[in-house]
């Protein structure tokens, strides 16, 4: 039986911003978690030298959930460093473990955002929804949030109840 959604974060700080989303999120949606941080993942290599680190064990236990969540604030109109380490590895599934990678077609893949302002910049999302279509995924949307006052602002609730919806 498939399980239904993971989030996997990507951040350089793993209890900021994206995390209060995300936290939020998990309130009220049963969502397994994953933070790149604690996993060493190895820049992707051609000569895929960096095969026993900690990437395909983590997709393979990815490709078990039906509606997964990529997660990371936005740094310079991209994602994060480490989402991008991950994201660029999924090369290993489309090039030496295609078992693998064809796993995730047919999988509703969503982004979890956040930045210091209210502005959703769409070239970040599109890094997100092409990697969904190369892949065979459907991109389902995302979550954009920011702060005030160290806090999610009540004028994001209708966003945050429109994803939640589209997870249960």
């Not at 969502?31 to 990437?55: G, R, T, V, W």
């Not at 990529?70 to 473990?97: E, G, Q």
Request: net charge negative; charged share 30%; glycine share 4%.
């Amino acid at each position: 039986m498939q399980k239904k959604v993971i989030i996997i974060l990507g951040s350089s700080r793993s209890h900021g911003d994206t995390r209060k989303l995300i936290d939020r999120v998990r309130e009220e949606v049963d969502a397994d978690f994953i933070d790149l941080n604690d996993l060493k993942i190895s820049y992707y290599d051609y000569e895929h030298k960096n095969q026993d680190d900690d990437f395909l064990p983590t997709m393979k236990r990815v490709v078990e959930y039906d509606k997964i969540i990529l997660a990371s604030p936005v740094y310079w109109y991209s994602m994060s460093a480490v989402m991008k380490t991950f994201v660029d590895r999924f090369s290993d599934l489309i090039r030496i473990h295609k078992e693998v990678g064809r796993e995730l077609r047919g999988k509703q893949l969503y982004t979890i955002s956040s930045s210091s302002d209210s502005t959703v910049y769409d070239n970040f999302l599109k890094a997100f929804e092409l990697t969904a279509e190369y892949l065979g995924m459907d991109y389902d949307g995302y979550l954009y949030g920011w702060m005030e006052n160290e806090k999610i602002p009540n004028s994001l609730n209708p966003a945050l109840k429109t994803f939640i919806d589209k997870l249960k």
